[in-house]
């Protein structure tokens, strides 16, 4: 992607620094030299961005843009190593600044401490020559695809989930790009977040160290990079496959940047989720604890159902609660034991409370238990409000 004899030099540091890379024939002094020259686009310094960012950085890249607007919180930390404790509440932007420069004082760090959009994208793409693509969403992982091929940049995939990730190259020598992959975006809400559903914290190291490699190469011009082909790594069972990916030949020409929520259907998910929980009542942790004092008194009227999974509700959990996890609930038996709880008491319908870790998924119970005829009361906040102004003992995660 640089030219082929870079107008670059090595200092008597840098021949030090790199002489690993130096005595590699794939690798040698011109090729040194076109990872100085290059220019490279991270977006995100999450998961895959941290391993992402360290290798580039010690690799040599010589102009690393980096592309976030969050900040550091604990919850990251077992899987985002480029930031550390001291960190949480900061910019990631600025701490990944810190520790690229501790790694390699040689690199030049742009930062873009923006929301990557449609307004600002083509202008900050401009500016490099491969993008990596470390986001966790599918708006932006189409945004990154669409300005990529309208400036005909190489853009270096991976995603992560659970125990599973894939990695692969997009918009490469005529090769396929994201929308080859996923022509249409899923349903939102259909694929979980990692926060919903969990990331082993070293999984997005292996994808992450992969993108970097898949950038490294094509900065060196290395014949077999992963264009072409989806990788697929299984984490747990250590199994690695691979899928041909072609272009489609029938695929809409890309023509300009569109307004993706809407494209991924954001904008009309939320108003449904909105006019959802607008139908279902809710109450607060304080009133949640002037019913668990009932039910501790011998108050039989109430059921508290908890509709995370087993492994939050190991975490901790609301006295008196009953599990039974949302999957249960949209698969059918779920709903036949939350009827089973409610019963009778005194010949009246026990009343029914709901709650999950922030109140999104305990508003999809309510809302799928409604058309079964059950009735209830959605808990604002969820579990985490109740530890944040009812117990703190109760951990939060």
């Not at 011109?30 to 220019?39: H, I, S, T, V, Y």
């Not at 960012?53 to 010690?58: Q, R």
């Not at 082909?229 to 569109?258: C, G, H, Q, S, Y």
Request: with cysteine; hydrophobic share 40%.
């Amino acid at each position: 992607m640089t030219q082929s004899s870079p107008s670059v030099s090595l200092t008597a540091e840098e021949y030090d620094r790199y002489s690993r890379h130096l005595i590699l024939p794939e690798v040698g002094l011109e090729g040194q030299k076109k990872l100085k020259a290059a220019k490279v686009l991270c977006i995100g310094t999450g998961g895959l961005g941290a391993p992402l960012l360290m290798y580039l950085a010690a690799a040599g890249v010589g102009r690393i843009g980096v592309v976030d607007f969050d900040v550091v919180d604990s919850s990251n930390l077992h899987r985002q190593i480029i930031h550390g404790t001291s960190w949480v509440g900061k910019p990631k932007i600025a701490s990944a600044r810190q520790r690229i420069a501790e790694i390699n004082p040689h690199c030049q760090v742009d930062l873009h401490e923006v929301r990557f959009t449609s307004e600002n994208a083509l202008a900050i793409v401009a500016e490099y020559d491969i993008v990596a693509d470390g986001t966790d969403n599918f708006p932006t992982r189409y945004l990154v695809n669409d300005a990529c091929v309208l400036l005909d940049k190489p853009n270096v995939y991976g995603s992560i989930f659970r125990f599973e990730g894939q990695a692969t190259v997009f918009n490469y020598q005529g090769g396929p790009n994201y929308r080859d992959l996923y022509p249409e975006p899923p349903p939102p809400g259909m694929v979980p977040s990692c926060a919903e559903g969990g990331v082993l914290g070293v999984l997005p190291g292996i994808i992450g160290t992969i993108q970097a490699t898949e950038v490294i190469k094509i900065i060196l011009g290395a014949p077999d990079t992963l264009s072409g082909r989806l990788l697929l790594v299984d984490a747990w069972t250590m199994k690695f496959r691979e899928l041909k990916l072609r272009p489609n030949p029938v695929r809409p020409v890309i023509e300009k940047l569109i307004d993706y929520e809407q494209f991924c259907g954001i904008p009309q998910a939320r108003a449904q989720a909105m006019a959802e929980q607008q139908s279902i009542p809710e109450m607060t942790v304080q009133q949640l604890k002037e019913i668990t004092d009932k039910i501790s008194g011998g108050d039989s009227s109430y059921v508290l159902v908890d509709v995370r999974n087993p492994s939050e509700w190991e975490i901790g959990r609301i006295p008196h609660a009953v599990l039974v996890p949302l999957p249960d609930i949209e698969q059918g038996d779920g709903v036949e034991r939350v009827r089973s709880l409610l019963g009778a008491a005194e010949g009246s319908p026990k009343k029914l409370v709901v709650h999950c870790k922030l109140g999104g998924r305990s508003a999809k119970a309510l809302g799928i238990l409604k058309q079964f005829g059950i009735e209830g009361i959605n808990v604002r906040g969820g579990i985490a409000a109740w530890s944040e102004a009812i117990d703190p003992t109760v951990p939060k995660y």
